[in-house]
Nanobody, 128 residues
Framework: VQLMEFGGGSVQAGGSLRLSCNASGFVFRTNSMGWFRQAPEKEREGVAVISYSGNRPYYAAPVAGRFIISRTHLNTVTLQMNNLEPEDTAMYYC???????????????????????WGQGVQVTVSS
C-alpha cells in the first residue's frame, strides 16, 4: 500500500495551495479518503474526508468554506486550499479507510484513529 502526497509548500496568508495524493496497493474505490494535519506539539486532526462514492464530503469547522476535497474514479484525492491562514500551517497527511457508518452519515469520518493507511505527509507553511 502506498499513499504519496504532492503539492505542499509555502504561501502567504490569503493564498492557495493544492494537495494531491496518489494511492496504490489497495482497492481505492471502496475506501473513504481523507486529509489530516498535525502542527508542532499538537495532535493530528481531521481536515477533510470524502466518502468512497465521492458523494459526501466532510470538513472540519476551521476549514469549511475554504477547502474543497475531491477524488477521481481511479486513484487520486485532491485538497484545494483557499484563503489560507497562518493557523493552517502543519504537516498534511493523506489517509484511507473503510469507514463503518451507521446510516448515511459517518460520525467518525474525521477521526484519525479510524484510518488504516497513511502517507508520509507534506509540509504546508502559511506566513502572515
Amino acid at each position: 500500500v502506498q499513499l504519496m502526497e504532492f503539492g505542499g509548500g509555502s504561501v502567504q496568508a490569503g493564498g492557495s495551495l493544492r494537495l494531491s495524493c496518489n494511492a496504490s496497493g489497495f482497492v481505492f474505490r471502496t475506501n473513504s479518503m481523507g486529509w489530516f494535519r498535525q502542527a508542532p506539539e499538537k495532535e493530528r486532526e481531521g481536515v477533510a474526508v470524502i466518502s468512497y462514492s465521492g458523494n459526501r464530503p466532510y470538513y472540519a469547522a476551521p476549514v469549511a468554506g475554504r477547502f474543497i476535497i475531491s477524488r477521481t474514479h481511479l486513484n487520486t484525492v485532491t485538497l484545494q486550499m483557499n484563503n489560507l491562514e497562518p493557523e493552517d500551517t502543519a504537516m498534511y497527511y493523506c489517509a484511507a479507510a473503510k469507514l463503518v457508518c451507521s446510516g448515511d452519515y459517518c460520525d467518525s469520518a474525521l477521526v484519525p484513529s479510524e484510518y488504516t493507511y497513511w502517507g508520509q505527509g507534506v509540509q504546508v507553511t502559511v506566513s502572515s
